[in-house]
Protein backbone atom coordinates (compact mmCIF):
# COMPACT_ATOMS: atom_id res chain seq x y z
CA UNK A 1 0.00 0.00 0.00
CA UNK A 2 2.81 2.37 0.83
CA UNK A 3 4.40 1.46 -2.60
CA UNK A 4 1.45 2.09 -4.52
CA UNK A 5 1.21 5.38 -2.41
CA UNK A 6 4.80 6.84 -3.81
CA UNK A 7 3.41 5.89 -7.31
CA UNK A 8 0.00 7.99 -6.55
CA UNK A 9 2.53 11.11 -5.66
CA UNK A 10 4.50 10.77 -8.45
CA UNK A 11 1.62 10.75 -10.76
CA UNK A 12 -0.03 14.36 -8.92
CA UNK A 13 3.73 15.43 -9.15
CA UNK A 14 3.58 15.34 -12.91
CA UNK A 15 -0.10 16.46 -13.15
CA UNK A 16 0.87 19.18 -11.25
CA UNK A 17 3.35 20.11 -13.40
CA UNK A 18 1.20 20.04 -16.32
CA UNK A 19 -1.67 21.70 -14.95
CA UNK A 20 -2.32 25.40 -16.06
CA UNK A 21 -4.67 26.86 -12.91
CA UNK A 22 -2.04 27.97 -10.20
CA UNK A 23 -4.17 27.39 -7.52
CA UNK A 24 -4.95 23.86 -9.02
CA UNK A 25 -1.64 23.28 -9.40
CA UNK A 26 -0.41 24.17 -5.91
CA UNK A 27 -3.02 22.11 -4.22
CA UNK A 28 -2.07 18.94 -6.47
CA UNK A 29 1.15 19.26 -4.88
CA UNK A 30 0.20 20.17 -1.61
CA UNK A 31 -1.87 17.18 -2.02
CA UNK A 32 1.33 15.46 -3.20
CA UNK A 33 3.43 16.56 -0.03
CA UNK A 34 0.74 14.94 1.88
CA UNK A 35 0.12 11.37 0.98
CA UNK A 36 3.91 11.50 0.19
CA UNK A 37 4.86 11.88 3.77
CA UNK A 38 1.57 9.63 5.19
CA UNK A 39 3.45 6.98 2.89
CA UNK A 40 7.11 7.27 4.32
CA UNK A 41 4.95 6.88 7.47
CA UNK A 42 3.43 3.71 6.46
CA UNK A 43 6.36 2.12 5.24
CA UNK A 44 8.11 2.75 8.50
CA UNK A 45 5.11 1.41 10.69
CA UNK A 46 5.06 -1.63 8.59
CA UNK A 47 9.06 -2.21 8.93
CA UNK A 48 8.95 -1.58 12.37
CA UNK A 49 5.40 -3.74 13.24
CA UNK A 50 7.65 -6.52 11.34
CA UNK A 51 10.65 -6.19 13.45
CA UNK A 52 9.02 -5.88 17.11
CA UNK A 53 6.14 -8.81 16.10
CA UNK A 54 2.30 -8.68 16.68
CA UNK A 55 1.05 -6.44 19.13
CA UNK A 56 -2.87 -5.17 19.16
CA UNK A 57 -1.37 -1.36 19.01
CA UNK A 58 1.19 -1.87 16.63
CA UNK A 59 -1.25 -3.32 14.15
CA UNK A 60 -4.36 -0.52 15.19
CA UNK A 61 -1.16 1.92 14.32
CA UNK A 62 -0.72 0.21 10.89
CA UNK A 63 -3.89 0.02 10.18
CA UNK A 64 -4.95 4.13 10.92
CA UNK A 65 -2.08 5.08 8.86
CA UNK A 66 -3.63 2.94 6.14
CA UNK A 67 -6.16 4.45 5.97
CA UNK A 68 -4.73 8.22 6.74
CA UNK A 69 -3.17 7.31 3.42
CA UNK A 70 -6.35 5.90 1.66
CA UNK A 71 -8.09 8.96 2.18
CA UNK A 72 -5.04 11.32 1.36
CA UNK A 73 -4.82 9.62 -1.85
CA UNK A 74 -8.86 10.10 -2.43
CA UNK A 75 -8.12 14.30 -2.10
CA UNK A 76 -5.28 13.64 -4.48
CA UNK A 77 -7.29 12.40 -6.75
CA UNK A 78 -10.17 14.76 -6.59
CA UNK A 79 -7.58 17.41 -6.77
CA UNK A 80 -6.25 15.97 -10.01
CA UNK A 81 -9.89 15.88 -10.89
CA UNK A 82 -10.22 19.50 -10.63
CA UNK A 83 -7.15 20.25 -12.36
CA UNK A 84 -8.16 18.14 -15.43
CA UNK A 85 -11.34 19.94 -15.68
CA UNK A 86 -9.64 23.50 -15.77
CA UNK A 87 -6.99 22.17 -18.78
CA UNK A 88 -3.90 20.73 -19.04
CA UNK A 89 -0.53 22.53 -20.84
CA UNK A 90 1.16 20.76 -23.52
CA UNK A 91 2.88 17.24 -21.67
CA UNK A 92 6.85 17.05 -22.15
CA UNK A 93 8.31 14.49 -24.25
CA UNK A 94 8.60 12.56 -21.20
CA UNK A 95 6.58 9.30 -21.82
CA UNK A 96 5.38 9.10 -17.83
CA UNK A 97 4.09 12.72 -18.35
CA UNK A 98 2.02 12.07 -21.85
CA UNK A 99 0.73 8.00 -20.01
CA UNK A 100 -0.38 10.86 -17.24
CA UNK A 101 -2.06 13.48 -19.63
CA UNK A 102 -4.04 10.84 -22.05
CA UNK A 103 -5.41 9.26 -18.73
CA UNK A 104 -6.25 12.79 -17.51
CA UNK A 105 -7.96 13.61 -21.18
CA UNK A 106 -9.87 9.92 -21.12
CA UNK A 107 -11.46 10.73 -17.72
CA UNK A 108 -12.57 14.58 -19.06
CA UNK A 109 -13.88 12.99 -22.15
CA UNK A 110 -15.86 10.45 -20.15
CA UNK A 111 -17.29 13.27 -17.90
CA UNK A 112 -18.22 15.57 -20.56
CA UNK A 113 -19.86 12.76 -22.45
CA UNK A 114 -21.75 11.81 -19.25
CA UNK A 115 -22.67 15.15 -19.00
CA UNK A 116 -23.66 15.62 -22.15
CA UNK A 117 -25.63 12.45 -22.05
CA UNK A 118 -27.88 13.43 -18.69
CA UNK A 119 -28.32 17.19 -20.28
CA UNK A 120 -30.04 15.00 -23.40
CA UNK A 121 -31.70 12.56 -21.48
CA UNK A 122 -32.88 14.78 -18.32
CA UNK A 123 -35.06 13.30 -16.07
CA UNK A 124 -36.27 15.94 -14.08
CA UNK A 125 -39.50 16.33 -11.41
CA UNK A 126 -42.04 19.20 -12.17
CA UNK A 127 -39.75 21.12 -10.12
CA UNK A 128 -37.03 20.82 -12.53
CA UNK A 129 -35.15 18.69 -10.06
CA UNK A 130 -33.22 15.60 -11.17
CA UNK A 131 -34.49 12.45 -10.21
CA UNK A 132 -31.84 10.92 -7.49
CA UNK A 133 -33.40 7.35 -7.92
CA UNK A 134 -32.46 7.20 -12.12
CA UNK A 135 -29.27 9.66 -12.51
CA UNK A 136 -26.40 8.12 -12.84
CA UNK A 137 -22.99 9.31 -11.23
CA UNK A 138 -20.68 11.17 -12.86
CA UNK A 139 -17.53 9.61 -13.46
CA UNK A 140 -13.95 9.97 -10.94
CA UNK A 141 -10.63 9.54 -11.95
CA UNK A 142 -10.40 6.94 -9.47
CA UNK A 143 -13.53 4.31 -11.49
CA UNK A 144 -11.23 5.08 -14.62
CA UNK A 145 -8.25 3.72 -12.96
CA UNK A 146 -10.07 0.67 -11.55
CA UNK A 147 -11.46 -0.15 -15.93
CA UNK A 148 -9.13 -2.25 -17.92
CA UNK A 149 -7.65 -0.13 -20.36
CA UNK A 150 -9.03 0.01 -23.84
CA UNK A 151 -7.48 -1.93 -26.42
CA UNK A 152 -5.65 -0.69 -29.63
CA UNK A 153 -4.37 -1.49 -32.19
CA UNK A 154 -1.87 1.27 -32.22
CA UNK A 155 -1.06 0.77 -28.51
CA UNK A 156 0.84 -2.70 -27.12
CA UNK A 157 -1.12 -4.47 -24.28
CA UNK A 158 2.16 -4.07 -22.54
CA UNK A 159 4.75 -1.18 -22.15
CA UNK A 160 7.96 -1.99 -22.54
CA UNK A 161 9.24 -2.75 -18.80
CA UNK A 162 11.53 0.12 -16.84
CA UNK A 163 12.74 -0.21 -13.72
CA UNK A 164 10.70 0.71 -10.85
CA UNK A 165 6.83 1.85 -10.59
CA UNK A 166 5.49 4.36 -13.52
CA UNK A 167 2.75 6.88 -12.41
CA UNK A 168 0.18 4.65 -14.02
CA UNK A 169 1.29 1.19 -14.21
CA UNK A 170 -0.81 0.24 -11.10
CA UNK A 171 -4.18 2.22 -12.53
CA UNK A 172 -4.17 3.58 -8.84
Do not use: Y
Not at 78 to 103: C, I, K, N, Y
Amino acid sequence: IASDGQVVVRFGHILAKQCLDQRCSTELLRASEHTHTLSSQLSIVARVKAVTGDSKASSELLLSNAQNLVQAVRHLLRAAEAASVRGLGQSSPDPEAEEVAAFCLQWKKNLLWHRAKEALNSNRDELGLRKTREAKAEPTLMALGQEPPPQSRNIPKHPSPRKGHTAMDRHL
